[in-house]
Every structure is written in C-alpha cells, then in structure tokens.
C-alpha cells in the first residue's frame, strides 16, 4: 500500500483491520496533528499495518478480553510529526529513538520494527484512582504477554506499551516508586508473580 495521498486513500487505510477490535484509524488520532495541522500519515503503511497488528492482537487484546475497554490516549505518529513534537517540547523522542516506538513505519537502528501505544484501561483506571498499586498491573503483564517495553503515567495510569521483534522486556514509571521496576538481569525479572495481581479485580 502506497501512503494516502487523497481523502480517499486515508479512509481506506483507516479501514485496515488490525485484529479482532482495532482498526487502523484507532491509532492515528495526534493531538500534536489536529492542534498544529500536521496529518498523521504513514509514509510506509505497509511496515505500519504489520508492526500494529502484533501489538493490537498479541498485547491489546488480551488487555481488553482481560480487563475490558482499552482507550487509546495516543499511537502511530509520522516522521513529520514526531519531529515537531520533539523540537517543540511536545514530549516526543527525538526520531532516532522514535523509530519502532511510536514512528511505526520506521525501524530502530538496527533494523527491527516495533509499534507503541499510550492506552487507558478504564477499569483499572477506577481502581487506580482508589489506591490500586500500578505495579499490579505492570506485574500481570510482565507474566502473561510479549510485551516489548512498558511506561506507567501518573494521569489515568495510562502506561505506553510496545511490542518489538526484539522485545526489551523492560518496564519504567512516572508513579511512585519511579524508575525502573524490571528489566532483563534484575533479581525480580524471572519467576512468576502473582502476589502483586491475584486480586486485581476482586472487590
């Protein structure tokens, strides 16, 4: 698929079923873009539809069948785009370090591809806001998906989480205890860990 030059063309790459919930145009919504003007258009589809759908069918939903309703708060952005965002202080990586993140059409310098995704899960979104620890959360997907990279945020505990053909298998956080929960070589990163999940979602 050549990048949409019209109207058109962009409807049907919005059409592009990624898996059993998601669809292409989900992840194409930028603030960043409708503020500024800058369309969010992949100038490689093809790579982009093959990156989105392993995070939509091997992270997304699974989240979703779990936990219900996945919001996206942000995905996919062009090249175009994520370098304005990041010259302007719009907290986008520069586009060396974008690349197999959120610029899913571009690979990381070493030639992998990935795709990122800022989502919400209201339901744990509720919990969250009543005192549920996001390491909870961070710890039931750290046991059960191929999850590439994770990013807990404070607002809403939206996290970004990427998948990767060469999964990191790292997860950070803005939430207290900031830093670096897990990562391949910690003591933690092995083994099962279910006391931190097994009542998630028990009242």
């Avoid at 979703?64 to 996919?76: D, H, K, L, S």
């Avoid at 994770?150 to 939206?158: E, N, R, T, V, W």
């Avoid at 099962?192 to 999940?197: A, D, K, N, P, S």
Wanted: charged share 25%.
């Amino acid at each position: 698929m050549k990048s949409p030059k019209s109207m058109v063309g962009l409807e049907n790459l919005g059409r592009v079923r990624l898996s059993k919930s998601f669809y292409m145009r989900d992840f194409l919504h930028s603030e960043i873009g409708s503020f500024y003007g800058i369309p969010n258009i992949p100038d490689h589809p093809d790579v982009a539809i093959r990156a989105g759908e392993h995070l939509a069918s091997q992270l997304l939903e699974p989240l979703q069948e779990t936990f219900g309703p996945v919001r996206i708060r942000g995905a996919y952005r062009c090249a175009k785009l994520n370098a304005f965002g990041n010259e302007n202080g719009l907290n986008c990586a520069h586009n060396r370090r974008a690349g197999s993140r959120h610029v899913w059409d571009r690979p990381d310098k070493n030639g992998n591809i990935g795709a990122m995704a800022c989502i919400v899960i209201p339901g744990f979104a509720d919990r969250y806001a009543e005192g549920a620890d996001w390491r909870s959360l961070a710890w039931w997907i750290h046991d059960h998906l191929p999850y590439g990279s994770l990013y807990f945020h404070p607002k809403m505990s939206a996290f970004n989480i990427g998948w990767h053909e060469k999964p990191q298998r790292r997860i950070d956080s803005y939430i207290a205890p900031r830093g670096c929960l897990t990562k391949p070589g910690m003591d933690n990163h092995e083994g099962r860990h279910e006391e931190w999940y097994r009542d998630l979602f028990t009242q």
